[in-house]
């Protein structure tokens, strides 16, 4: 008998992941098509970045996927000096946070853009990024 | 229903690397509080012991702490919810008294950082967050409250230096407790001198002067039934008011970066439940575990109007001879912060203050005193008001 598959998609996901199977696994395989994508709840229409899997709002776990596009606005960043273990090749690095108005996303910051270049307020876009030791993840660029 | 009391409060000195096992740290701080209280082990009904664990060797330390202390066969158990863990059990023992339930339950909170290897201890960092989420990015303590810091600056003006003042006030009372892991003073030109480490960067715009200082310590804030109190203890300090809330750990999840909504609404309870607004607050100790944190408590409890912080702290309105003196023990910047251990040791300076006990740290006859606890990035948040 073939052996059970696992799918632990999910420790792709970042730097270093700390999670391996999860029911938002789909995540990773659209980030691999390039796309950034959150979910809806198709019963009650709340949305959700980071994507869920149940909705908290009606107790659903019929969700569908939707595309995070466009712009949003630098809420908030800062620039690491240290990191945690694993990390240390990254430094520094800047985390941050967008708003897309109805959700909003965490992430870094791409390396192209220097901390003296940021700006609350600024619009910038979310991208897939493939990071130097092969995960994946996304950052934030200008548009 | 009648009325909870504190009896006793007892704190470990807060160190760098305790020289004992974690039941040996705790045990410092409940000798201390139940010399205070004037009782004995027998005298106590139960325990609540307080920490976080991921910094623990031990599994489920509350009992091992609980027997080590000699409160056992006594009901002990275990709660967490970071560094607010031990406020968190503070609230837990109030609402066990006021079931009726017990009579005197003591609460140990404590917390050897040293306990595991700094490799480790990085480890364990980077799973502060939603590990899901936001760790895979490389987050850490400093960075998220950087954050905030950030866009303070950006909405209020607030500057370096006015997150500096808070630093130098601290070190100011740090000097002055003994029981402080940091006694050395701290100066503005630190902040500009590129040689001193103050100055130097770990999360911009949060430098080195900006963080707490790690420290291994215990606490013990021993609470009793007023029926209890008044007959055990000549000078009960009252618990009036005890707030507490939650937030969302992502921060994509969140609404307000300028300030903490637990802070906000555990304030908002705790007001409400003891009758009272911030005006009537004569003295506070909030949860400065970075300056910001302390800045954003000023405004978050109605200290200051919102974005307002820095010029209550330009009017040196938080020392001790200001209108609303705050942590005038050093603070987790000065004193230190043992994660398990510091909501007690905030309970701790706040009894003795009023009971006029708090030595050359005593803010001039204080009836009514605020604690305000968080845990993790806004993540919990207690704030308990008590008087005399
Ligand atoms: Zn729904």
Not at chain 1, 99 to 115: A, E, L, N, T, W
Not at chain 1, 118 to 140: A, D, I
Not at chain 2, 34 to 58: G, H, M, R, W
Not at chain 2, 236 to 242: A, R
């Amino acid at each position: 008998m073939a052996k059970k598959e696992v799918d632990d998609r999910f420790k792709k996901f970042g730097t270093v992941s700390f999670t391996a199977i999860t029911k938002t696994n789909d995540f990773i395989s659209h980030l691999e098509d390039g796309k950034i994508m959150g979910t809806k709840c198709k019963e009650c229409e709340a949305v959700y970045f980071p994507p869920r899997s149940d909705c908290f709002k009606c107790l659903n776990s019929n969700m569908e996927w939707f595309e995070v596009t466009g712009t949003g606005k630098l809420l908030s960043f800062s620039e690491l000096q240290y990191g945690p273990v694993g990390f240390e090749k990254d430094l520094p690095y800047i985390i941050a946070i967008l708003d897309y108005g109805f959700h909003k996303v965490f992430g870094r910051i791409s390396d192209d853009i220097p901390y003296d270049g940021l700006k609350v307020g600024m619009e910038l876009q979310t991208v897939p990024n493939t990071l130097s030791n092969g995960q994946l993840n996304y950052v934030f660029k200008q548009p | 229903m009648g009325k909870v009391g504190i009896i006793g409060v007892g704190q470990s000195k807060f160190v760098r690397g305790f020289a004992g096992s974690i039941r040996e740290l705790a045990f410092e701080g409940f000798k201390e509080a139940l010399v205070d209280a004037k009782i004995q082990t027998k005298d106590i009904d139960a325990s609540i012991i307080a920490s976080a664990p991921e910094y623990d060797k031990q599994r489920s330390s509350a009992g091992v702490v609980a027997e080590y202390l000699g409160l056992i066969p006594q009901p002990t158990f275990y709660i967490e919810t970071v560094c607010s863990s031990s406020s968190t059990a503070l609230k837990v023992a109030y609402s066990m008294i006021k079931a009726g339930l017990h009579d005197v339950v003591a609460i140990v909170g404590f917390q050897k950082m040293s306990e595991i290897s700094s490799n480790e201890s990085q480890e364990r960092m980077g799973r502060g967050a939603d590990i899901q989420w936001e760790s895979p990015f490389g987050t850490m303590m400093p960075a998220y409250y950087a954050m905030y810091a950030q866009a303070h600056m950006a909405k209020y003006g607030t500057t370096g230096e006015d997150l500096a003042k808070i630093r130098v006030k601290a070190a100011t009372y740090g000097q002055i407790n003994d029981k402080a892991v940091y006694r050395k003073p701290v100066t503005m030109d630190m902040f500009t001198d590129p040689k001193s480490n103050m100055s130097s960067p770990v999360a911009k715009p949060l430098r080195v002067g900006d963080c707490c200082a790690n420290a291994d310590g215990s606490s013990c804030v021993i609470v009793a039934s007023e029926e209890r109190a008044k007959s055990l203890c000549d000078k009960p300090v009252w618990i009036l008011g005890i707030g507490a809330a939650s937030e969302t750990v992502n921060m994509a999840g969140r609404d307000l970066f300028t300030g903490l909504n637990v802070g906000i609404e555990a304030g908002r309870q705790a007001y409400k439940m003891a009758g009272i607004t911030s005006k009537d607050i004569d003295i506070a100790e909030v949860h400065d575990c970075f300056t910001i944190a302390e800045m954003m408590a000023y405004e978050n409890l109605g200290f200051a109007k919102t974005g307002e912080g820095k010029d209550l702290i330009a009017g040196k309105e938080t020392y001790k001879e200001g209108s609303i003196p705050v942590n005038v023990d050093g603070g987790l910047l000065s004193k230190g912060h043992p994660i398990g251990a510091t909501g007690g040791s905030q309970i701790r300076t706040i009894v003795l203050q009023l009971r006029g006990e708090a030595g050359e740290m005593q803010v001039k006859d204080p009836e009514l005193g605020l604690v305000h606890n968080i845990g993790g990035v806004g993540l919990y948040g207690n704030v308990t008001i008590m008087g005399r």
